[in-house]
């Protein structure tokens, strides 16, 4: 079955520690999304792709940092300059310009 | 940025009532999209709504989109327990640079 799959689903951060979120999509997809999502908040965007080898920063790129070697592919840095990473993050893919979004499950981080 | 705002933020029925939410936003758009959230869980693409657009059905579910007033209503009818979620709304701007901005949602829970 096509869909986005992030790993792990729950990820444990040292203070200091970079860590990296997986985001794997089989939709053929040409964009591809980062979201931060905070107890009883709205979704804020982190970085996005719309092709290969090309990205933008979002509304929150700040200690944050992704790469978009291969179409299917767009794993997420959250960086030790990120003062406050707990947080709940969804990786999301469309293929339309104006279509809508295929999310995955999500990567609940958390300092410790 | 977050562009929809929700009303309300919370809200809670009997199971076969209906349930009603608004999304109002600030700038043009291309079109409207609801999404789903289970507890913990990614998002869900409920319905898109074009800016051309007034009304669209799907299912048990209803939309309109009144771009004079810039705001949505998101209706569901004959509520089950299992439409207990958080419902956002998301706006996607006339750009190249596709993104969408959402809002805060509204969390519905539906009593047995």
């Known amino acids: 079955d096509g869909g986005i799959t992030q790993s792990p689903k729950y990820l444990f951060r040292k203070e200091g520690q970079n860590v990296t979120l997986s985001c794997e999509q089989n939709?053929?997809?040409?964009?591809m999304y980062w979201y931060r999502q905070d107890p009883g908040q709205g979704l804020r965007l982190i970085y996005y792709?719309?092709?290969?080898?090309?990205?933008q920063k979002g509304d929150i790129a700040e200690g944050y940092s992704v790469s978009r070697e291969k179409k299917e592919s767009f794993p997420l840095t959250v960086t030790s300059a990120q003062k406050n990473p707990t947080a709940f993050y969804l990786c999301?893919?469309?293929?339309?310009?104006?279509?809508?979004?295929?999310f995955g499950s999500g990567t609940r981080l958390t300092v410790v | 940025s977050q562009q929809g705002e929700e009303d309300p933020q919370a809200l809670s029925i009997q199971e076969g009532e209906n349930a009603t939410m608004n999304c109002s936003y600030k700038t043009s758009i291309n079109n409207l999209q609801w999404y789903r959230q289970n507890s913990g869980r990614g998002l869900v693409h409920l319905i898109l709504i074009r800016s051309n657009e007034r009304e669209k059905h799907s299912g048990r579910l209803r939309v309109t989109l009144d771009t004079s007033k810039k705001s949505s209503s998101l209706l569901i009818t004959a509520s089950r327990a299992a439409d207990t979620a958080s419902y956002f709304c998301?706006?996607?701007?006339?750009?190249?640079?596709?993104?969408?901005?959402f809002g805060a949602g509204t969390t519905v829970t539906v009593r047995a």
């Open positions: 999301a893919s469309t293929l339309d310009r104006f279509g809508g979004y295929t």
């Open positions: 998301a706006t996607a701007p006339f750009s190249n640079d596709y993104k969408l901005s």
């Open positions: 792709s719309q092709i290969v080898n090309d990205f």
């Open positions: 939709l053929n997809h040409d964009a």
